[in-house]
Structures are given as structure tokens and as C-alpha cells.
Nanobody, 117 residues
């Protein structure tokens, strides 16, 4: 059973930066795609960014140009570097992955990001 564990959340001031990590217990090359979601209180879960096995990345309009989705296949880890953070980026961020070989879907436990002065 694959597990995803997020880390790196915390409190940051507007305009600051934060990097989230998602460590997978399995080979991330067997996961396609991998995604970051976020959910703020009272709002529906939002897709933030997507990374394919071949390295293509896609971003929500709200974060495009500010967030960067990277992967380290050797470490079975993906990261979300968040730059120029805004208060509206405050949310619980979740790592998500689909198995390349089955219909299995994996979720991390989430990590809180708070952007506030």
C-alpha cells in the first residue's frame, strides 16, 4: 500500500515563500499523474498543480507564475515551491497520486499553510 506524507507547511507572511514536500513510500515513476490540491475553510477542494510522469507541469490560474511543482524521482519525493504567497493561499494542502498500473488513488494527510501578517 502506497502512502504519501506531506511536510513543510507553516505560517508565512504575505510575499514570503514556502516549500511543501510529499514523500511517497513507493516509486513515484509508478504514479501518474501526481497533483497538489488545497482546501480552505468553507471552500471546495481546489486543484493547484499537476505533474506527469514525463515531467510536464500544469498550474491553476490562481497560482501560475508563483508556484513550482518539482519531482525528485531518486528520492520518491515531489515538492511544491510557493513564492509570493498571498493570504488567499491559506489552506490545507494535499498531495495526490494516481497509480500508473491500476485504478488506485493515494492521498496524503494534508499540511496547513497559513499566510498572514
Amino acid at each position: 500500500q502506497v502512502q504519501l506524507v506531506e511536510s513543510g507547511g507553516g505560517l508565512v507572511q504575505p510575499g514570503g515563500s514556502l516549500t511543501l514536500s510529499c514523500a511517497a513510500s513507493g516509486n513515484i515513476l509508478s504514479m501518474n499523474p501526481m497533483k497538489w490540491y488545497r482546501q480552505a475553510p468553507g471552500k471546495e477542494r481546489e486543484l493547484v498543480a499537476t505533474s506527469t510522469r514525463t515531467g510536464s507541469t500544469y498550474y491553476a490560474d490562481s497560482v501560475k507564475g508563483r508556484f513550482t511543482f518539482s519531482r525528485d524521482n531518486a528520492k520518491n519525493t515531489v515538492t511544491l515551491h510557493m513564492n509570493s504567497l498571498k493570504p488567499e493561499d491559506t489552506a490545507v494542502y494535499y498531495c495526490n497520486a494516481n497509480s500508473r498500473w491500476s485504478s488506485d488513488i493515494y492521498w496524503g494527510q494534508g499540511t496547513q499553510v497559513t499566510v498572514s501578517s
